[in-house]
């Protein structure tokens, strides 16, 4: 299991590099030198060696009451549906984009803002008293249902998705045309890359205390992150936004209410140097560069 996340972090970091090739081709030999193609021959095989395992083990127990998703797009290869043939290949990166848009991101954004919440002791306590509320049965799960109108809550996930966007320069994309805007000529095939983190902490939205974590600041906000407030985009914009944005948001609002429920945590006095503790690892996630290490007790 622990060389499978080391797989999906190499991935990541692939995806997020700067391949010399891409730019300028005769230069190709640099990224050989770098090791960036055997990277990516290794990923690709341990990726695509899990892709039939899954794909086989559906097909091998086909007569099972309860389909999934692997079932459901399995019944529909060969099938002509509206026009649109769906071959094996195409299930295989079906679960892959779902496998990794839907892993690394939230396991960051939680990473992230446990961090941010243990800086913020003040933070934490409030968040924890929004949870527990008067109940003293302090082991009591938490439910979906029961953090749907936790507004402290929704607050902390959103700064955390703030300052630490996962994605923090979205998926790049490539200009379909030429499009003039604002005076500047930008031709067809263009990479267009946003970049999400720096919009996010721009102090004319956000006022001059962007680089802060204040879950306060979301309270009466009107902004959302489903694609519409173009200051915050966590989630990116337009039609290739995030599917996952609903399942995503009940993981992380469930996992995290129940951690801070149950346990009190306190961080190793030796990982108290902020900037250590603030420190990202390169990749197109931009996760922790070191784990965060802490303790809980029961409160
Ligand atoms: C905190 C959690 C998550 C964050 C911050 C996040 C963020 C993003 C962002 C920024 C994009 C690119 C959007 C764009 O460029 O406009 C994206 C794409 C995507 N996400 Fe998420 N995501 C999260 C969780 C999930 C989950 C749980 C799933 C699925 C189970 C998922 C599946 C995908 C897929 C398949 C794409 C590619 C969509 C496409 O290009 O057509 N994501 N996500």
């Known amino acids: 299991m622990s060389d499978f996340k080391n797989q999906v972090r190499k991935i990541t970091e692939l995806v997020g590099g700067f391949p010399v090739s891409e730019y300028i081709p005769s230069l190709a030999w640099i990224d050989h030198i770098r090791g960036l193609n055997a990277k990516a021959e290794e990923v ?29 797009l399995l019944s529909f290869e060969r099938q002509n549906k509206d026009g649109i043939e769906i071959r ?32 913020h002791p003040e933070c934490m306590k ?9 109940t003293t049965k302090l082991n009591i799960y938490r439910s979906h249902e029961e953090v749907e109108d936790m507004k402290y809550l929704k607050a902390v996930i959103k700064e955390g998705l703030r300052l630490h966007p996962s994605l923090p320069l979205l998926v790049p994309r490539l200009l379909t045309e030429d499009v003039k805007l604002k005076g500047y000529d930008i031709a067809e095939g263009t990479q267009v890359i946003i970049n999400a983190w720096a919009i996010q902490r721009d102090t004319v939205t956000w006022g001059m205390d962007a680089e802060e974590f204040r879950p306060e600041r979301h309270l009466d906000s009107p902004l959302d992150f489903r ?27 469930v996992t995290l209410a129940n951690l801070v429920n149950r346990f009190n945590w306190r ?4 990982f108290s140097e902020d ?11 931009v996760c922790r560069k070191f784990p965060l290490i802490v303790f809980p007790s029961t409160a």
């Open 126 to 134: 409030k968040l924890q008293d929004e949870i527990r509320g008067d």
């Open 275 to 285: 900037e250590y503790n603030l420190a990202e690892a390169p990749g197109i996630d």
């Open 88 to 119: 094996r290949s195409d299930i295989k990166f079906i679960i892959l984009d779902l496998f990794l848009g839907g892993t690394a991101t939230t396991h960051s954004l939680l990473e992230w803002t446990m961090t941010e919440l243990i800086r």
């Open 44 to 72: 690709s095989k341990t990726f695509g060696d899990l892709m039939d395992k899954v794909v086989q083990e559906h097909l091998d127990s086909r007569d099972k009451q309860t389909m999934d998703l692997v079932d459901i």
């Open 227 to 253: 694609g519409t407030n173009f200051e915050y985009i966590p989630f990116g914009s337009g039609r290739r936004i995030c599917p996952g944005i609903g399942f995503a948001m009940a993981l992380v609002e």
């Open 267 to 270: 961080m190793d006095v030796r």
